[in-house]
């Protein structure tokens, strides 16, 4: 199983960025994404349930500013983010979770599959 995460670079404070990660198995799986700065723990940012409920969960340091959806074709996922802060900047994640394992999305230790990461970098 791979998870294609793209999107991520260099973006001025207030910028917006279009993150998207790519995978086969979202239908059986939700997807999530997480980031990582440097010398921090990883953290959970926004999931979505890839059912037809779309339900949407955010982490509340991103809630208002970022959104979490399919792509056109449905067999991606695209994190919006806009409004963008120094504090954003990170390594983000995007994951698989068990559509059965809803109820944890917020907890990295529970998804399934991850992607590599894609890098944003937010100057102030």
């Known amino acids: 199983v791979q998870l294609q995460a793209s999107g991520g670079g260099l973006v001025q404070a207030g910028g917006s960025l279009r993150l998207s990660c790519a995978a086969s198995i979202f239908g059986n799986y939700d997807m999530g994404w997480f980031r990582q700065a440097p010398g921090k723990e990883r953290s959970f940012v926004a999931a979505l349930d890839w059912s037809s409920s779309g339900n949407t969960v955010y982490a509340d340091s991103v809630k208002g500013r970022f959104t979490i959806s399919k792509d056109k074709e449905e067999n991606a996922g695209v994190l919006e983010m806009n409004s963008l802060k120094p504090a954003d900047a990170a390594v983000y994640y995007c994951a698989a979770i068990s559509a ?6 917020r907890f990295s230790e529970r998804y399934d599959y991850w992607g590599q990461g894609t890098l944003v970098t937010v100057s102030s």
């Open 100 to 105: 059965t394992k809803w109820r944890y999305v």
